[in-house]
C-alpha cells in the first residue's frame, strides 16, 4: 500500500469521526439542557426526601425524551418532551419547597402551643397567688379589726367594772370617803378590793397612766385638809405599786378642799367631797392637768 | 366450526389481521383529545383558586395560552398536536399551582415563626413584670 493511499484512508476516517461526532451532538440543545436539570435535581437530597413522586415524574419523562430521541421523534415533540421535562424539574423543586415550609409550619405549629401552655400556667400560678396574697391580708385585716373591736370592748368592760366614769379628762374612777378610815390616810378592805380591780387593768393596758388625786370637805384647816389628800393620794400610790405597779405611772397630788364635788353645807355633800380620785390616762400615758 | 377454521391462529391469518390492526392503531391515536383539554381546563382552574393569579402570574398566563393554542388546534382537526399541547397546558398549570403552594407555605412558615417571636417576647416581658 502507498503512503498516499494511507493518507487518503486516515483522512476519510477522521471525516467520518468528525461527522459521527457532529451527529452525536446533534441532539437538541433543550434535550441537554432538560438531562441536566434532571440530573442536578437528582443531586438534590431534600427533593429526593421531599418530593419524590414529583422527582420521579421528571425522571420518567426524562425517560421518554430519550426514547423519543433514540426513536428518532419529530423535531417539535422532542422539543415539546424536553420542556415538559424542565418544567417537572421545576415543579419537583416548588414541591420539596412547600414541604419543607409545611414541616417548619408544624414544628412551629407545636412550639407555639407549647408557649401558650406555659404562659397561661405562670398567668394561672400567678392569680393563684395574688388571690392567696389577697386572702391573707384580708384575713389579716379581719384578725386586726377583731383585735382592736376585742380590746375596745375588754376596756369597756374594764372601765365599767371599775365603775369609771367619762369625762373631759378621760375616765375617772372615785375612791369614796367610806373606802377610807375616818380622818385617816389607810384604805380599808372595800377600798382595797377596788384598787386590786384597777391593778389588773393596769397590767393589761402597760401603756396608760394614773393621775391620784385626793380631795377632802371644807371642814377643818386647809393645811388639815392640803395635808390629808395628799396623804390619801399616796396612800393609794403606794398600795398600786405594792401590786406591782411601777411608780413612774403613778403621779399622787393633794387639792384639800379647793375642788369639790357637791356643797359642803349638808352632811351627805361633804361626804361626796372627801374622796379619791383617780384618773386614768389615754393610750399614750398623758393625762389633761386640771 | 367453520368460524373456527377462518380464526384459526395460522401464519397466513396473522398476515391477513396486520391492516385490521394498524387501523385500530391509527383509529385509537387519532381522536379528538376532550379528555386531556377538559383535564388540562381543571388544573388550571385549580391553580387559580390556589391564587396562581396573585403567586405565579405568569405561569398561569403561559398555561392559559397553550390551553387556547390546544383549543384552536382541536377546532382545526389537528388532534395530534392538541392531545400535545394540552398536556403540555396541564404541566405548566401544575407547574403554577405548585409554585403558589410553595410561596403561601413559605409565607405561612414565616408569619408563625414570626408570631412565636412575639409570643416568647411577651412570655419574657411577662416573667419580668411577675419578679
Given at each position: 500500500m502507498k503512503p498516499i493511499m494511507m493518507t487518503a484512508k486516515l483522512t476519510f476516517v477522521c471525516s467520518l469521526i468528525f461527522l459521527l461526532s457532529a451527529c452525536a451532538t446533534q441532539p437538541h440543545q433543550d434535550i441537554v439542557k432538560a438531562e441536566i436539570l434532571v440530573r442536578s435535581v437528582q443531586n438534590d437530597p431534600i427533593i429526593a426526601e421531599k418530593a419524590p413522586v414529583a422527582l420521579r415524574e421528571a425522571e420518567e419523562s426524562l425517560s421518554a425524551l430519550k426514547a423519543l430521541e433514540s426513536e428518532g421523534g419529530d423535531e417539535s415533540a422532542l422539543q415539546s418532551m424536553a420542556y415538559k421535562t424542565q418544567l417537572r424539574t421545576q415543579i419537583a423543586q416548588y414541591k420539596a419547597d412547600s414541604a419543607v415550609a409545611k414541616e417548619i409550619i408544624t414544628k412551629a405549629q407545636a412550639e407555639r402551643k407549647n408557649i401558650q401552655l406555659e404562659a397561661r400556667t405562670m398567668e394561672a400560678d400567678l392569680r393563684a397567688r395574688q388571690a392567696q396574697e389577697a386572702q391573707k391580708k384580708a384575713e389579716q385585716a379581719l384578725r386586726e379589726s377583731e383585735e382592736a373591736r376585742q380590746k375596745a370592748e375588754d376596756l369597756a368592760r374594764q372601765l365599767t367594772e371599775l365603775q369609771a366614769q367619762a369625762t373631759d379628762r378621760g375616765m375617772v374612777l372615785t375612791l369614796g370617803?367610806?373606802?377610807?378610815d375616818y380622818n385617816k390616810a389607810d384604805i380599808n378592805e372595800g377600798g382595797l378590793r377596788i384598787l386590786t380591780k384597777l391593778v389588773e387593768f393596769l397590767e393589761k393596758y402597760p401603756e396608760r397612766n394614773v393621775l391620784i388625786e385626793g380631795h377632802t370637805d371644807s371642814t377643818g384647816s386647809d393645811s388639815y385638809n392640803q395635808t390629808l389628800s395628799e396623804k390619801r393620794a399616796e396612800a393609794v400610790k403606794v398600795a398600786l405599786n405594792h401590786q406591782g405597779?411601777?411608780?413612774?405611772?403613778i403621779n399622787a397630788v393633794g387639792y384639800g378642799?379647793?375642788?369639790?364635788?357637791?356643797?359642803?353645807?349638808?352632811e351627805l355633800g361633804k361626804q361626796q367631797n372627801r374622796r379619791v380620785e383617780i384618773i386614768l390616762s389615754d393610750e399614750h400615758g398623758v393625762i389633761k392637768s386640771r | 366450526m367453520l368460524i373456527r377454521r377462518i380464526f384459526r391462529p395460522t401464519l397466513l391469518n396473522r398476515f391477513f389481521l396486520i391492516p385490521f390492526y394498524s387501523l385500530i392503531v391509527s383509529c385509537t391515536t387519532t381522536p379528538p383529545p376532550y379528555e386531556e383539554i377538559t383535564r388540562s381546563s381543571y388544573v388550571i382552574e385549580e391553580a387559580q383558586e390556589d391564587g396562581a393569579q396573585t403567586h405565579a402570574p405568569l405561569e398561569l398566563r403561559q398555561a392559559h395560552q397553550t390551553l387556547e393554542k390546544a383549543q384552536q388546534a382541536l377546532k382545526d382537526e389537528r388532534y395530534e398536536e392538541a392531545r400535545n399541547l394540552a398536556s403540555v397546558a396541564e404541566i405548566e398549570a401544575e407547574l403554577a399551582k405548585s409554585k403558589t403552594e410553595a410561596i403561601k407555605n413559605k409565607q405561612a412558615a414565616e408569619d408563625i415563626q414570626e408570631s412565636i417571636l412575639v409570643l416568647k417576647q411577651e412570655s419574657l416581658r411577662y416573667q419580668s413584670v411577675k419578679q
Open positions: 370617803d367610806v373606802l377610807f405597779i411601777h411608780p413612774s405611772r378642799k379647793t375642788y369639790p364635788i357637791a356643797s359642803n353645807d349638808t | -
